[in-house]
């Protein structure tokens, strides 16, 4: 049977209804391209403004001109420049990015609005890993103690998302179980670094409390160019899967029957989840809700063709985290506060307006 | 051979065999089989099977070729299957999920241009150009119901397995989409099997009943000489009448449960 055979004959009348919604379906993705577009320019407003503020008072005129020509600057400018600001302003957009990105896509595999790094325990298992290196660092001249603290916080991290990939892959485990399990994971590890804090010295106990408050000031050049790095590789990969993604959004069921590999997609799926939420978690700490709150605000202006939600998720992630570390400069004049604390304080009532307006749609 | 055959089906959950060594009479292309029988008969689990999406022992041939080899996805190019749950809508253009599907299709259509041309013609068979632009969650569960139609149709599929695409529908769409597959099927050379609950619209639209019960093939043939009321009686558990109306079209009377 030919293909074009299934075409019907179509009027003069048929053939400009066609145009009609072929037009306006064409102005439907402009109007996409244009707003994940619009969503890059806010970004680069906001990392201008982010790097033209902080205690020292340098504007953003001389912070330009410092970045052309370093040797205008004094020493503790310079300091100020390239230890501080920019690493600071990329992590809280590189951060941002990579977990809205993983919350995008664990929202569509676990076919639940509530998933999120944070919510399904990534972030605690990092924050467990982190701990156990604080309270009982290993001694070797090799492995820093710093460093130690990232590789386990990594090591947790990536050990949970393959955790929550086995029970993917049990039969009959279906995303309801695996958003349980995921919450049983957050309090699990939230009870042993409890119990970590309880049995702490003074100093570790600071530790361990600091660590936990996400916070963008633990950044460095290594951990920014691996983090770029991670999302470089990861976004191409998204974004190739990004048509058969949308089709899982329609229902497992339909994906299946339409020729999409479930299974493969969702084990591929967590692959990128996996290194995008424990390399972002491990450097910067626990940072709530970015995970969440970033793809449903891509949601509402892109829409759901994850072909724009992907990279519109990542953008909103970089701004709010962006944003917040404006604010996390603002809010106590001279102290910079964890940005983990505000990204907290935006999402928890953003969460809880999620959560209701779930509420009503069952 | 021309057609769909499915031999010896069985499938089983655990120990629990749901369908027992099924075998259909061969499905010609350019023919509706409706696929009845009581709850839990088994109906929509064979359906699912044949799609590829449940485990079973047994073979499915298209056209002589045995699918059983094949993978999801090369099976997709010739089933599409529409499952009786719809997911509620999400926030995606009605265009844009017809197009989304066109778009995983391997051989399916290259440009954009063809895409929107083949999603407008499913839009237009099914008769919802109307909602081209609107939003799936802003959709009633029978407008979801045509539209999850416009999609398969896009795909321009041999074999379509409907699992109770009526069951959100008021009466002017049941009809409208029942002629609709018809017409499809017979102008284009198609195989459909469709589960269904109401027997008058099978009897109605289907060349074929196959009825199920208790995972176990009882009766097929023509409506004319399934529907029986002993056939209801023994199925069913009813007390029934089947009647012509005045239109010629099979009726099936229920006076009472037994």
């Known amino acids: 049977m030919s ?46 403004i982010d790097l033209s503020s902080g205690p020292s008072g340098m504007g953003l005129a001389r912070l330009v001109e410092g970045l052309f020509d370093p040797s205008i600057l004094q020493l503790t400018e310079r300091v100020i420049v390239w230890n501080v600001r920019l690493p600071y302003s990329l992590m809280a957009l590189l951060v941002g990015a990579a977990l809205a990105l993983a919350g995008a896509e664990m929202q569509v595999i676990l076919d639940n609005p509530l998933a999120s790094p944070f919510t399904l325990g990534v972030s605690s298992a990092a924050a467990l890993g982190a701990s156990l290196a604080i309270a009982f660092p290993l001694t070797l001249a090799w492995f820093a103690p710093s460093l130690q603290i990232t590789v386990f916080a990594f090591v947790f991290a990536f050990g949970s998302v393959l955790l929550l990939q086995a029970m993917s892959r049990l039969r009959g485990a279906g995303t309801e179980s695996l958003v349980l399990f995921g919450i049983a994971l957050v309090f699990g590890c939230n009870a042993v670094v409890s119990l970590l804090q309880l049995l702490a010295t003074e100093d570790v106990l600071q530790q361990l409390v600091f660590w936990t408050m996400g916070s963008v000031a633990r950044a460095d050049w290594n951990k920014l160019s691996l983090l770029a790095l991670v999302l470089a590789v990861v976004m191409p990969f998204s974004l190739r899967a990004s048509p058969r993604m949308t089709l899982l959004r329609l229902g497992e069921d ?109 | 051979m021309n057609g769909l055959v499915v031999e010896n089906f069985s499938i089983a959950y655990g120990k629990r065999r749901v369908i027992h060594e099924v075998s259909l009479p061969e499905l010609p292309r350019g023919s509706v089989t409706a696929l009845i029988g009581p709850n839990g008969a088994g109906k929509s689990t064979l359906l699912r099977a044949i799609a590829g999406l449940e485990r079973f022992t047994g073979s499915v041939w298209l056209d002589g070729r045995t699918l059983d080899k094949q993978s999801a996805t090369e099976r997709a190019k010739h089933m599409t299957y529409m499952p009786q749950q719809l997911p509620p809508g999400i926030a995606l253009s009605v265009m844009e999920s017809v197009v989304a599907a066109l778009r995983v299709v391997e051989g399916g259509p290259r440009s954009s241009e063809d895409c929107i041309e083949q999603a407008y013609h499913a839009l237009e068979r099914v008769g919802i150009t109307d909602l081209a632009d609107r939003l799936l969650n802003r959709l009633s569960g029978g407008q979801r119901q045509l539209v999850a139609l416009a999609q398969l149709i896009a795909r321009r599929p041999d074999v379509l397995l409907l699992d109770e695409p009526t069951s959100a529908l008021d009466l002017h769409y049941q009809l409208k989409v029942m002629d609709c597959v018809r017409d499809m099927v017979r102008e284009h050379n198609l195989v459909a099997l469709i589960v269904l609950h109401d027997i008058n619209l099978a009897a109605r639209h289907a060349d074929r009943l196959v009825v199920l019960r208790q995972g176990v093939l009882v009766a097929d043939g023509a409506p004319a000489h399934i529907l029986k009321p002993a056939m209801l009686a023994d199925v069913y558990g009813v007390q029934a009448r089947v009647e012509a109306c005045s239109m010629g079209h099979l009726q099936v009377q229920v006076d009472r449960a037994i």
Request: aromatic share 8%; proline share 3%.
């Open chain 1, 3 to 48: 293909v074009s055979s299934y075409c019907l004959a179509s009027a003069d009348g048929t053939a400009a209804e066609s145009a009609t919604l072929g037009l306006q379906y064409r102005r439907q993705i402009l109007r996409r391209t244009l707003l994940v577009l619009g969503l890059a320019v806010m970004l680069c407003l906001s990392v201008l």
């Open chain 1, 254 to 362: 339909r994906a299946r029957s339409f020729g999409v590999d479930v299974r493969r997609l969702r084990f591929a799926s967590l692959m990128r989840i996996s290194l995008l939420a424990a390399t972002a978690v491990a450097f910067v700490g626990t940072i709530g809700f970015v995970g969440l709150v970033g793809p449903h605000i891509a949601r509402l202006l892109v829409g759901e063709d994850q072909r724009f939600l992907f990279p519109a998720s990542a953008l909103v992630g970089a701004l709010l985290m962006s944003l917040s570390s404006i604010a996390s400069k603002l809010i106590l004049p001279g102290v910079i506060v964890p940005v983990g604390i505000v990204t907290a304080f935006v999402g928890v009532p953003v969460f809880v307006m999620l959560v209701f307006k779930r509420g009503k749609q069952l």
